[in-house]
């Protein structure tokens, strides 16, 4: 029989580790040794899908010489490829990417990752010391660039002429007079890999040693600071990727996924979808620039059956004049500002199903879903829509989105009620939250303050946990003691049947300290002026009189940046002007 040290030996050993030489010990301190891991990375998924379904149309585009260009899955995975091999062969670490929504754009973040490079892409509708600046920061040591927006480059050139800059033509040939450098540098590589053993895929990185190394610096609009750049890893964009492909609805049983680009892919890395619509097979409707009559040929003819947008780019392309309703539903995932209930009853009505989200740069794109919820057709229309308009709840690989009460101690974070008026600062934590800003430790420490990712928007908390935005700290307009939300009365503004954009911000006040001045677009074909919105909104609206603002200023034109977002410190300025 077991002595009684015996027995506490034996019954400690199931809670102490291995001896260092055990395959378990080594299992613990290295994945290596695991056989139940993997290390995540999103670039195995194009390898995947070419393996898969070789033939599926991975890409259709209208190129820049105007012709219809079409790749199977096989042959975009073959291009990546490529560009891998010879990024490897000349030793490219950090690639910039300035392009927009094309081939060369999609197969350049495959291509990179699975050289074991960093992806930089930059907007190109920034000016060119801001680019500049970004390709500096970032310290790219080549750049591949669209043909179009080569001109961009002189500043940074003329300081680095040592740094290649590879131009994509985006014609639809591969060789010859027509094609240009990008497609020499893919078949270069091609060839490298064939006089190298042929090693294929297999020698390059599609699972990398390090899931947390950084895969992409998505850099910030930086539209009041210098733009910073947001690191990426490959843990991250293959858990938003997945999160997308879930909340968006992309996969399908029978048939894949036809997704159009109005996003720009250098928007966040096109908020992960550049991964997600590849790991579903689905194919990419690349768009060089938003075209509405295009929009709307393809969602006729082609079926398209997703994309994303910014609510102004849908307020638009429900308002002109080839829109009608479809005969197929087409999912169209909102991000970038907080939308109107009006315009997702717009947008119903066309068989454009809103698919609400909200999320940041610094989320990777979304982060958040106002989930539809069944009970909610049984609503009042205005109420029903008026919850679609919420932000929601935290996505399905994030942890809850959280409103966090303001002006506490650092470090201290508290709740507010769940009860729809206690107004907080939104926060994140968990898989799909950036590491940090590169090069910048005092931002991402303030970033990261109380060990979550603060977001600078204001919001409140349901009962049932949905968040819903209010403003931005800066835009909440504070009139007579009364809190106003700019983004609340653009909503409401809105509503009048001939406006068709609304922007408001506070401007001084004598008396109440601030008040609401709008700015407002006109649909087409319609007139109006500002006193006639300001009879409406006293008389015949749901505005509340604190609300309802004194001046209305009708403009061709609201400023936005380049991916859709009111520009509210221009209109300031606007009303500063106008008021001084």
Known sequence: MENAKARLQRLASHFVSAAPDTPEKEGQTSYDHRHNFHSLSPTAFLERAASIEPDALAVYHR????????????????????????LRQ?????????????????ESLFGIAAAGAVSIAVNYRLKKDDISYIMTHSGVDIIITDAEFTSLLDNYSAANPSVPIIIDNDTDATEGE?????????LEGLTYDHQHSSQGWAGLETQVQGEESVIALAYTSGTTARPKGVEYTHRGVYLAALGNVIESGLNYHIGRCKYLWTL????ATGWTFPWAITAVRGTHYC???????????????????????????????????????LEHAVRVTVAASPPTAHLFETMTA???????VYGLTETYGPITKGYHMPSWEDLPLAE?????????????????????????????????AKNGLEIGEIVFAGNICAKGYYRDPEATRKLWEGGVSHSGDLAVMHEDGAIQILDRAKDIIISGGENISSVALESMLVTHPDILEAG???????????????????????????DDVIDWAKHKSDISKFMVPREVEVVDELPKTSTGKLKKNVLREWAKKSHS
């Open 63 to 86: 190129t820049a010489n105007n012709k219809i260009l079409r790749r199977s899955y096989a042959e975009v995975a073959d291009r990546a490829r490529g560009l891998a091999y010879y």
């Open 90 to 106: 000349h030793n490219y670490k950090r690639v910039g990417i300035l392009c927009p929504n094309t081939p060369a754009f999609l």
């Open 178 to 186: 027509l094609s240009g450098p990008f497609d020499d540098a893919v």
């Open 264 to 267: 720009p892919m250098f928007h």
């Open 287 to 325: 768009l060089r620039k938003i075209d509405y009559p295009e929009i709307w040929r393809l969602l006729k003819e082609e079926k398209i059956t997703h994309f994303n947008a910014a609510p102004t780019v849908n307020t638009l392309l429900c308002a002109a004049k080839e829109a009608e309703k």
């Open 350 to 356: 066309l068989n454009l199903h809103p698919v609400h």
């Open 384 to 416: 029903k829509y008026r919850k679609m308009a919420r932000q929601g709840h935290g996505f399905i690989t994030s942890q809850s989105a959280r409103v966090i009460k303001p002006d506490q101690e650092p470090g201290v974070l508290i709740d507010v």
């Open 504 to 530: 408001v911000v506070a401007v001084a006040d004598s008396h109440w300290g601030e008040r609401p001045k709008a700015y407002i677009t006109v649909k087409s074909g319609h007139s109006l002026k500002g």
